[in-house]
């Protein structure tokens, strides 16, 4: 094993009940620090992989380490310090009476002295917009609200790795923006960052890292760039590249041949050509 990895998976299989292999030899060194986007088609096993790496799955074959521990005999609550997780889907998370107390569920759980819980828990929900809504039902809220406050209740933990699977998908660009802002900051905080995300922007503007998986198995892990590359790939994926790449491939016949990842290095890129 790597030790300097926070998160290491060895061989790593899985099979859900009576199903296929979900993931097949899968062998990943996620380093501390690294903002990772794991991308890939419906069904290509992101979220399975992502459940991995806090024990919420085990695995069926090989091994997952989580900063030292083997996931397959350490128990989910003490995996859950260390990896915090933003499910997918927002309703297999809510269970509280109110906003306030969804949020703060897991900062009561690790005996946090009240001040420190009000702090994090305001900071969290002031992130994804919803601390005026902190008295509410989380059922009377939105979807989407849902979604945030899911996110919420797992940046207020300030875990040393945060999972977020899909936390944009249905948000509007003012909250989706807040999210990343928010992912964004804790990542500079030395968080080390998971993000599974269909949101190619998303990937070329913060990712440093990108796996795509593929019937269960990594098929390409490197540099934003590098990946979007990697054409084939990007096609048998079903990955629609971000819009910037696209409009420079566009201009490819104009001897245009970069990859930019964000707006700004896009008309740059544009700039110098017309320069020349
Ligand atoms: N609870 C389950 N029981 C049986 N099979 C499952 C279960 N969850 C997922 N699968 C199967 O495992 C494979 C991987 O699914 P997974 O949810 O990990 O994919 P994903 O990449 O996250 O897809 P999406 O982009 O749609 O979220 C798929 O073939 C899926 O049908
Ligand atoms: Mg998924």
Same mark, same amino acid.
Request: charged residues 25%; contains cysteine; hydrophobic residues 40%.
């Given at each position: 094993?790597?030790?300097e990895?926070?998160?290491?998976t060895? &061989?790593?299989?899985?099979?859900?009940?009576?199903?296929?292999? @979900? #993931?097949?030899?899968v062998? /990943? =060194?996620i +380093?501390?620090?690294?903002?990772?986007a794991?991308?890939?088609s419906?069904?290509?096993?992101?979220?399975?992989?992502?459940k991995?790496?806090?024990g919420?799955?085990?695995?069926?074959?090989?091994?997952v380490?989580?900063?030292?521990?083997?996931?397959r005999?350490?128990?989910?609550?003490?995996?859950?310090?260390?990896?915090?997780?933003?499910?997918?889907?927002?309703?297999?998370?809510?269970?509280?009476?109110?906003?306030?107390?969804?949020?703060?569920?897991?900062?009561?759980?690790?005996r946090? &002295?009240?001040?420190?819980?009000?702090?994090?828990?305001?900071? @969290? #929900?002031?992130?994804?917009? /919803? =601390?005026? +809504?902190?008295?509410?039902?989380?059922?009377?809220?939105?979807?989407?609200q849902?979604?945030?406050?899911?996110?919420?209740s797992?940046?207020?933990?300030?875990?040393?790795?945060?999972?977020?699977?899909?936390?944009?998908?249905?948000?509007?660009s003012?909250?989706?923006?807040?999210?990343m802002?928010?992912?964004?900051?804790?990542?500079?905080?030395?968080r080390?960052?998971?993000?599974?995300t269909?949101?190619?922007?998303?990937?070329?503007?913060?990712?440093s890292?990108?796996?795509?998986?593929? &019937?269960?198995?990594?098929v390409c892990?490197?540099?934003?760039?590098?990946v979007?590359?990697?054409?084939?790939?990007?096609?048998s994926?079903?990955?629609?590249?971000?819009?910037?790449?696209?409009?420079?491939?566009?201009?490819?016949?104009y001897?245009f041949s970069?990859?930019?990842?964000?707006?700004?290095?896009?008309?740059?890129?544009?700039?110098?050509?017309?320069?020349?």
């Amino acid at each position: 094993m790597t030790t300097e990895a926070i998160i290491s998976t060895r &061989d790593l299989s899985y099979s859900y009940p009576g199903g296929i292999a @979900a #993931l097949s030899g899968v062998y /990943l =060194d996620i +380093l501390p620090g690294e903002f990772v986007a794991i991308i890939g088609s419906n069904g290509s096993g992101k979220t399975t992989l992502v459940k991995q790496f806090n024990g919420l799955l085990k695995p069926s074959q090989g091994h997952v380490i989580v900063d030292g521990l083997d996931t397959r005999t350490t128990r989910v609550s003490e995996l859950s310090r260390i990896v915090g997780f933003v499910f997918q889907n927002p309703d297999h998370q809510t269970f509280a009476y109110s906003v306030w107390e969804e949020a703060s569920f897991g900062l009561k759980l690790q005996r946090l &002295d009240e001040e420190s819980i009000e702090r994090q828990t305001t900071d @969290a #929900l002031r992130a994804v917009a /919803l =601390d005026g +809504l902190r008295d509410r039902h989380p059922r009377a809220l939105s979807r989407g609200q849902r979604q945030r406050l899911a996110t919420a209740s797992i940046l207020a933990l300030e875990t040393p790795v945060l999972v977020l699977d899909e936390p944009t998908t249905g948000q509007d660009s003012l909250s989706r923006r807040q999210i990343m802002e928010l992912t964004v900051d804790l990542h500079g905080e030395g968080r080390t960052v998971i993000m599974v995300t269909h949101d190619m922007s998303l990937v070329a503007e913060y990712a440093s890292r990108v796996i795509v998986m593929q &019937d269960g198995q990594v098929v390409c892990d490197s540099q934003p760039k590098e990946v979007f590359e990697r054409e084939e790939i990007m096609k048998s994926s079903g990955i629609e590249l971000p819009p910037v790449i696209r409009i420079a491939r566009g201009l490819r016949e104009y001897g245009f041949s970069d990859t930019p990842l964000t707006q700004e290095e896009l008309v740059e890129n544009l700039i110098t050509a017309i320069r020349r």
